[in-house]
């Protein structure tokens, strides 16, 4: 299993993720800084993301773009606040218009991938931080509120069979 | 962060939605019970209008149904929204396990 762990701390207003891949740091980190490996995972195959701007230094910019399966796109930048190869990178996420500036008018999100040597292995913890922070808590607080068991328990299941897959 | 339009939307609406103070205790009282328009009113130092406006962000939002009773507008949670709330952002949870499925599918080809 890949993902190790999981968890949405409304208090913190994040979602911790934690993966381990049997590769060391040096190439996990080549799954960020090199666009052309990037682009392979960071969108779904029915919306394959296409970075034509990928400025990998400290305060650099990257833009990209999602097509989707009837050709429309979506534009989306990221703008590095950090990087320190091969452990820690830090990036905004948010959307742009077609010419790849920053619209403004949807959230940022933040993220915080840092990689750790474990034996043989390199683990990977990515911290996402949603900007608009007290709209996240309250929805997740609203959700626990509710009691929506069946909401959780459909996650849950998929969740079980990607593990397993 | 850009999956699908239409979810992105959805999130969209629900963070705006949940960005005031004073939408917030609207969802939270509604939850409890049922309120009217104007008894909501009379809860906020602002006019009927402004309260009806929030009411309308948090029906576009599908967080809150609102009913017309006699003279009244009859506010109330809209629980299938407010689960639809709760799968999105496990829905961004699961998109982010996928990802990783992605990356190490890619590391496995050495």
Known sequence: MTVISTEKNPEALSLTLVAE???GAERVWQLFEDPRQLERWWGPPTYPA???KHEFVPGGQASYYMTGPDGDKSHGWWEFTSINAPRQLEFDDGFADSDGNPTGEYGI???TVTLETVG?????TILSIF???EQLEQLVQMGMEEGMKQAVGQIDSILAEHASA | MVVDQLHETELDRLFQAFADSTRRDI???VTVGEFSVSGLAALYAMSFAAVQKHVAVLERASLVTKEKR????IVRANHEGLQNARRLLDEYEHMWCQRVDRMADILAEG
């Open chain 1, 120 to 124: 043989e292995r390199t683990r990977m």
């Open chain 1, 131 to 133: 900007e608009s922070e």
């Open chain 1, 50 to 52: 296409t970075f034509y």
């Open chain 2, 70 to 73: 006699g003279r009244e507008q």
């Open chain 1, 21 to 23: 891949f049997d590769a």
């Open chain 2, 27 to 29: 969802v939270r009282r």
């Open chain 1, 109 to 111: 999100s933040h993220a």
